[in-house]
């Protein structure tokens, strides 16, 4: 997959960087710890611009965000109510936590976005909850294409000064993406543990969610 990406950046330059950075939001297996990197290579030696990669790659991340964006916003927050609430007795939500959680979204939206752009397994997947609650896509915009940038700079930044070594950002993301499932998977467990287990032990049936 390297070789195809390198291949695609050598030949289509800043349109190429863009398109597969906008991939990445949608495709997992392109990286984008495979890209950016290699695109701040390649600018490094000479062969392109160094913002002109950062602006090429954010202009990518925002399109590939707004796609994300779009698929959640037609699903909507009604057919989204619709399903959690028909499958409400094993996800053990009611429309109170349903309301609580956009409430949540409504208040801390940007910061979400705007920090989940910077964090390696969430960066695509932070569109999701903003097309579904249909944050403004203007503040959606902005807040994506910051943190998008400051993402970007750092890798492509990275492999510029690398250079033939660009490859070993990929480690540093690798061990950032671990701590972050680390993280992930401690929270499910709670969850699991205060809203589905303990509730049984104690007999109490109630959803307990948001409580």
């Known amino acids: 997959m390297t070789d195809s990406i390198h291949d695609i950046i050598e030949r289509y330059g800043y349109i190429g960087v ?14 984008s710890e495979a890209v950016l990197p290699l695109a701040g290579f390649i600018a490094g030696r000479g062969d392109a611009s160094l913002l002109g990669m950062i602006g090429a790659a954010t202009v990518g991340s925002v399109v590939g965000a707004w796609l994300l964006y779009g698929i959640a916003a037609l699903v909507g927050p009604l057919r989204l109510r619709a399903f959690v609430l028909r499958h409400r007795r094993w996800l053990r939500i009611e429309a109170r936590h349903i309301d609580r959680a956009e409430l949540w979204f409504a208040s801390r939206g940007a910061i979400v976005v705007l920090v989940g752009r910077c964090v390696p397994l969430l960066r695509s997947l932070v569109s999701v909850p903003a097309g579904f609650h249909r944050m ?8 994506t294409g910051l943190g998008s940038l400051v993402w970007n700079t750092a890798l492509i930044g990275a492999g510029a000064v690398l250079g033939d070594q660009w490859e070993r950002v990929g480690d540093v993301v690798g061990m950032l993406q671990t701590a972050v499932i680390v993280v992930l998977a401690l929270l499910a467990a709670f969850l699991v543990w205060r809203y589905a287990v303990r509730p049984r032990l104690t007999g109490d049936r109630r959803p307990g969610v948001g409580e």
């Open 18 to 31: 863009a398109l597969l950075v906008a991939l990445e939001n949608l495709l997992p297996p392109i990286p």
């Open 136 to 143: 403004p896509i203007g503040l959606f915009t902005l807040y």
